[in-house]
């Protein structure tokens, strides 16, 4: 199949290229083109390409890649969009890092939902019942607290009893010891 594709050539870091009708399946090995249609100069953005062949080459069925095509496109001589020219598929590392970014995004799209639905969550008129029901559990909870302080307190007051001293909140420094001993 003929193709009409960028060549690359120039030296390092100087890149030029021809814009070439080669054949598909040999080309790759010897780089052997058929006809020379054009040529680009990237670094100076120059391009200059013999629009008369390429519409001949074109009228007999001859495909383009997607960087000439959109050359031509630009140039005036397709009509038409252009293609998009990046890499159709990622990279692994591309592919991995987009689904866990994908996941990421999922999970706080789920907890933005959930806070609007909090957020907007119809208040309820309670019914007297329903808030006796409220006010008894408000009053365990309270009872429960007070029920552990208690317990707390009773078990500090058991250890004084047993030890004769007064257990302080806070540690006694050196000095403080020394104080203590003396009397």
């Known amino acids: 199949m003929l193709t009409i594709r960028l060549q690359r050539s120039g ?3 100087r890149p030029h290229f021809r814009v070439v009708l080669i054949d598909s399946k040999r080309a790759s090995k010897s780089g052997a083109f058929l006809e020379a249609l054009g040529w680009r100069d990237p670094i100076r953005k120059e391009t200059q390409l013999k629009a008369d ?7 007999k069925g001859v495909q383009t890649s997607d960087t000439v095509y959109n050359m031509l496109v630009t140039a005036g001589i ?5 293609k998009q020219v990046h890499s159709r598929k990622p990279s692994k590392k591309k592919a991995a890092k987009a689904s866990v970014f994908g996941e990421a995004e999922k999970a706080t799209e789920k907890n933005k939902t959930q806070a609007v639905e909090e957020k907007v969550a119809p208040i309820d008129i309670l019914t007297p019942a329903a808030e006796a029901q409220q006010k008894t559990a408000a009053g365990e909870k309270e009872q429960e607290e007070m029920l552990e302080k208690s317990k707390t307190e009773t078990s500090a007051a058991i250890q004084e009893e047993k030890t004769g001293e007064i257990k ?7 000095a403080e010891r020394n104080k203590k001993e003396e009397v």
């Open 11 to 13: 030296k390092k870091n």
């Open 53 to 59: 062949r390429i519409k001949h080459w074109l009228s």
């Open 78 to 82: 397709v009509v038409g969009s252009k």
């Open 168 to 174: 302080s909140e806070k540690p006694l420094g050196a």
